[in-house]
């Protein structure tokens, strides 16, 4: 069977806010654009972000950018790149203004500007006190970000391929991107889209985690794809976590929970909270709830057949206050812990959230490696924006709302850098004379492979791997346990096997395809984590504790430095981090506090 | 509503459980395995229907902060509201 070949100036995968904030670049500039993506566009993860967009126009009390960019660069534990920080805090004004203009719904003030409330670790005056930056449509900012985008591209004549899996990354013998080979559902026919310009905007792959707020959608695929091909992966160990998920379903669980009187117990019921904060017991941060829960399951007090989560109680509240102030909690247990929370406590965990790593991209969006020389060099014909991108402005942990703000930043700029990378109107690069075998070889394996691993078993040893051994406070008997285990996990998703062989909407097909890139993920992250013998932001170890040498475990002489791990040989390097912004003074190295 | 097809059914399982929010995958992806095949065709037919609305608008009706004004479709988001199998969803979870 021949494998057609569709031509276009750009391929975006992922029609999120990153792929399509680039798409209405491309498009816009006369290009012939494609968006393929596993959904419809406006059913993405961007719909989950609700808090808003943060920008700092002033419109409540006085801000400016070099603030929001100190706040930036604070909370990435300084592990976050000057020069991408200055850019994002500085361009945030301009993508709310586009996205205005776009018809995005923004709540406004009485006399009719955008309407900015505060959020956590957006302060004035260098870290003085909070600020209002935060920009939002009521809870639903990036449901309606997602709407208004969507129409510009349609306005604009972007094409969109939905419910088609992107299979991988087609590279030429110079190592330029050339195009991607793709999956479409519906027909089960392989196609490759051959393209001057490859722009992955492919999200998050929070689903290696066994308990995870990220939607199943969110399995890393263009990070599998970009690992395939060679490109390595940045700061994969820093992972964000929520303390409270439901057990099992990954449901967030609001803190108000805790904030209204629930209380956290193990498995002898007792409130564990007194013994690691004695004053703010379960209202501690999220960071030392978190550990605290972490240290009593690793410590075998967790609740449960495998002892692997633990209670949140709110059952001496009187029914009335739970009905009255924490609205939809009663339903959300009884849906997915199968408890009625007033009778009986939540089982919880905490819960991963958001990927601080992904692949590594300048300020421009455009994907750069390590040239051999201490230096970068750029991968010709390839760009990356969003969650799957690391540009890196969230360094070691990210501020709520920046989340938006990435997307829409890079997604512009890297849709910006195609437009003038492409301006010269060269012809397209030839693809390599064997890319339809490939393309093809890979699905033809999986349909003939007898007696091995079924998709299942493979996800939930990945996913049961990294909870138990990378989770949000880090053991290095247990990070090199997991190692050993994830790479034995491993031979299971490359060994997998369907059942299922139709052509036509074979979602066995996509679950193992979506398999062999979390894996991928899994692998980046424990080897990451591992490796990085410091505690850091969101990455947190037992043996880098909060010492006066190392003030909450961070040591700046030995790893302030991102990880670049490459897929082949599990090789891990460091490349330095940028403390040089573009225009201002740098930020300061000292201890993160609040 | 005539029967599905095998065609159709995955289809309808992918826009179960490729969705915004997390929520809604597990309630619809669970609802299609356990409560799906045993409905009316008219409910089958609602159900496909909800399926393609959107999570925004779905969730505020099957978490009961919003009632469902569609006499077509309210006794499917109620039935959807009213699942409460947790435990089984844990060993159930890709």
């Known amino acids: ?594 | 509503m005539e029967p599905l097809d095998a065609a159709a059914l995955s289809r309808l399982r992918w826009r179960c459980t490729r969705r915004a929010m997390l929520e809604m995958d597990l309630l619809l992806g669970e609802f299609l395995d356990k409560k799906f095949p045993s409905l009316s065709p008219e409910d089958q037919a609602a159900f496909v229907e909800l399926a393609d609305y959107e999570d925004i608008k779905l969730w505020p009706w099957v978490s009961g902060q919003e009632e469902c004004e569609d006499a077509r479709l309210a006794p499917v988001v109620v039935m959807l509201r009213c699942q409460t199998n947790g435990a089984q969803r844990r060993r159930d979870m890709p």
């Open chain 1, 1 to 594: 069977m021949n494998i057609s070949v569709l031509k276009f100036d750009a391929v975006i995968v992922g029609a999120g806010g990153a792929g399509l904030r680039s798409a209405i670049q491309l498009s816009e500039a006369g290009l012939k654009t494609a968006v393929l993506s596993k959904v419809f566009p406006t059913r993405s993860h961007t719909v989950a972000a609700q808090g808003g967009v943060a920008a700092s126009l002033g419109n409540s009390e006085e801000d400016n950018w070099r603030w929001h960019m100190y706040d930036t660069v604070k909370g990435s534990d300084w592990l976050g790149d000057q020069d991408a920080i200055e850019y994002m805090c500085k361009k945030a004004v301009e993508v709310v203004v586009d996205l205005e203009h776009y018809g995005m719904p923004f709540d406004r003030t009485d006399d009719g500007k955008i309407y900015q409330r505060p959020f956590g670790g957006h302060m004035s005056n260098f870290g003085e006190k909070p600020v209002r930056r935060s920009c939002a449509a009521a809870d639903r900012t990036g449901h309606a970000m997602l709407h208004a985008m969507y129409q510009r591209n349609v306005k604009a004549n972007t094409q969109f391929f939905v419910e088609w899996m992107a299979l991988d990354l087609i590279r030429d013998s110079e190592g330029a991107v050339v195009g991607i080979s793709a999956l479409e559902m519906e027909t089960g026919n392989i196609v490759i889209f051959h393209a001057r310009a490859v722009i992955f905007a492919t999200g998050g792959s929070g689903r290696i985690f066994a308990s995870s707020t990220n939607a199943f959608i969110n399995t890393g695929d263009g990070l599998g794809m970009a690992a395939r091909a060679g490109i390595p992966l940045e700061d994969m160990e820093f992972w964000q976590f929520h303390p409270t998920g439901v057990a099992g379903a990954g449901v967030l669980i609001t803190e108000g929970v805790r904030g209204e009187g629930g209380i956290l117990r193990n498995a002898d019921k007792e409130r564990f909270m007194e013994r690691y904060a004695p004053n703010a017991k379960d209202l501690a941060s999220r960071d030392v709830v978190s550990r605290a829960m972490t240290t009593e399951i690793k410590e075998g007090r967790g609740c449960g057949p495998s002892k692997d989560y633990v209670l949140l109680d709110i059952t001496h509240l009187d029914p009335a206050t739970i009905m009255k102030r924490l609205p939809g909690i009663r339903e959300i247990s009884i849906q997915f812990a199968g408890v009625d929370p007033i009778k009986e406590p939540i089982p919880v965990v905490p819960t991963c959230h958001y990927q601080m790593g992904g692949i590594p991209t300048n300020f421009a969006g455009r994907v750069a490696v390590p040239d051999g020389r201490g230096g970068d060099r750029i991968v010709p014909g390839f760009y990356a924006a969003g969650e799957c991108a690391c540009a890196s402005v969230h360094g070691a942990n990210r501020l709520g709302t920046n989340s938006l703000l990435d997307l829409l930043v890079f997604g512009k700029s890297a849709g910006d850098s195609a437009v003038e990378d492409l301006k010269d109107g060269e012809a397209h690069r030839t693809l390599p004379a064997d890319a339809q075998d490939v393309a093809r070889s890979r699905i033809a394996a999986l349909d003939a492979r007898k007696g091995g691993t079924s998709v299942y078993e493979a996800r939930q040893a990945i996913s049961r791997t990294m909870q138990d051994h990378a989770g949000v406070f880090r053991f290095e008997d247990l990070l090199k346990q997991g190692v050993a285990r994830i790479l034995e996990v491993e031979k299971m998703a490359h060994n997998l096997e369907i059942q299922d062989k139709s052509k036509v909407w074979n979602t066995a097909r996509v679950e193992a395809l979506e398999t062999e890139n979390l894996i991928e993920v899994a692998k980046a992250t424990m080897i990451s984590a591992e490796a990085r013998k410091e505690s850091r932001g969101a990455h947190v170890r037992d043996d880098a504790p909060d010492t006066p040498e190392f003030p909450n475990g961070r040591n700046d002489k030995d790893w302030l430095k991102h990880t670049l791990w490459f897929r082949d040989g599990n090789r891990i390097e460091y490349k330095p981090v940028c403390l040089t912004p573009l225009t201002v003074e740098p930020v300061e190295l000292k201890t993160r506090s609040y």
